[in-house]
């Protein structure tokens, strides 16, 4: 089995990262990278001051360059989205999820330029925080377009990173190794779980000494042209009614 683990809330200065990382077992560990700048306007604003990523953090994933077995990934830059953020600041409560970059269900399409840029800064920030060099892009919430695909190709990606409701397996579009990830729990080649949850798994541990590194991993096929289409248009319809749950 395949772990992304999505660093994102920090609950514990970085105890978990540390057994990680001591187990000697071979994760994707998917960044945020603006949580690598603390002095970011949106700390404050989008986020609480103090989200950023601790310095002990900073300080071990500067360690982690090098070791082979952690693949880094890289999740949008600032991991939200501006137009939906500002909605919900006119509405005054949150009635759209607004963490998602690439791709938003209520705003106009981004261009491939558009999406390049603030993905390579993204990936800048990552090497000039860390020194490595994200091969994973995890588009944040999962949504994203061909645009994002191309971008991420463009930039020089390994693997692209997508929300897997159907089962696909894991196969190969353009240039990309795209990797379907199911919820950790949910069953699959490649679990993700988000950092501050894996307290509420008792198994976790367990399940991940029997982690697989992601580069040995076997491609099945070329992109399944109808299911990997309707895979996204479920993404897109579970984001779209979790954002109807808000409003009641």
Known sequence: MIFDIHLEKIDDHGEKLK???GTKRPFILSLVPVLLNPNHPAFGTVYPQDYHYPEEVVRMLRDLVGQNR??????????????????????GRERRDPWHENFCLYDKEKRVLDQRNFMLTGVQVIEESIGASPDVYCPPNHQFDRNTVQAAS????LYLADRDFLEMDIHQDGSLVVLPERKFGKGGEVNYIHYDQIQQHPVFWDKFYGATDVHFTQVKDRRPAFSSWLNTKVVRAHKRIRDLEKLF
């Open 19 to 21: 057994r990680l990382i």
């Open 70 to 91: 952690i693949t880094i990934g890289q999740q949008g830059f600032t991991h939200y989205c501006q137009s939906c953020w500002n909605h919900n600041a006119s509405a």
């Open 154 to 157: 463009e930039i020089g990606f």
